[in-house]
């Protein structure tokens, strides 16, 4: 059974900090490993990771696979109040089921 | 392009009660999912669907049924509702193939069983 691990399960920081964000996990075929921003409604795709140790970026989000180590980090720089959401890290299985995390809450401070 | 769409957005229900929920999306996906979420414990996958005509059972199944009598549509359903139901419903649909996993989501349509 695929197993997705995030941390810290919740996180307040003021506006300009930096976070990092954890997901560890354990899949019988590795695929690949998304994360979705959750605001008040239906989840919103952010990146999709397949190789170790190859950056994705957008804006001031970014992330990072480590096959090695089966975990990725989202990091935010200059953090925002509209970056308060839900992050939600999956693995997809057969038929591109994916198991997720149970999120992580950030919220952020004016 | 509307993407997901589902109806209702809300709904209260007594216990003992059924109800159905609709999903529908204009992408031409194959692969359509439904979800629950609930505080603290992420999303869940219920049921979900490879094609027109197919269904298969997710991580917690109990309680719903579904049908996929139409690529654009999947549906579920609640035959005697419980208050352990009561949570926000998801679905969501994605291409097939081993190279397209990013699932697209509906709005969720959130349901209070009483």
């Known amino acids: 059974e695929d197993k997705v691990v995030q941390s810290p399960l919740s996180l307040v920081v003021h506006e300009g900090d930096t976070v990092t964000l954890n997901c560890s996990y354990e899949?019988?075929?590795?695929?690949?490993l998304l994360w979705y921003k959750q605001e008040k409604k239906a989840p919103t795709f952010l990146f999709m990771l397949?190789?170790?140790?190859i950056e994705k970026k957008s804006g001031r989000l970014s992330s990072i696979l480590d096959k090695k180590e089966l975990f990725s980090i989202l990091n935010i720089t200059a953090t925002q109040t509209g970056d308060s959401a839900i992050y939600l890290c999956?693995?997809?299985?057969?038929?591109?089921?994916?198991?997720f995390g149970k999120g992580i809450t950030l919220s952020v401070r004016p | 392009n509307a993407g997901v769409t589902q109806t209702p957005k809300f709904r209260v229900l007594k216990t003992g009660q059924s109800m159905t929920l609709l999903c529908a999306q204009d992408?031409?996906?194959?692969?359509m999912y439904w979800y629950r979420q609930d505080p603290g414990m992420g999303l869940r996958l219920i049921h979900y669907s490879v094609g027109e005509g197919t269904t298969a059972k997710g991580e917690v199944p109990d309680g719903y049924n579904v049908s996929r009598l139409k690529k654009q549509n999947f549906l579920l359903g609640l035959e005697s509702a419980a208050p352990s139901q009561t949570s926000v419903y998801f679905c969501a649909s994605s291409y097939s193939g081993t190279f397209s996993y990013e699932q697209y989501f509906g709005p969720g349509t959130r349901l209070t069983v009483t």
């Open positions: 397949t190789s170790s140790g």
């Open positions: 999956a693995v997809p299985g057969a038929n591109s089921k994916l198991t």
């Open positions: 992408m031409n996906h194959e692969y």
């Open positions: 899949v019988t075929n590795f695929r690949s």
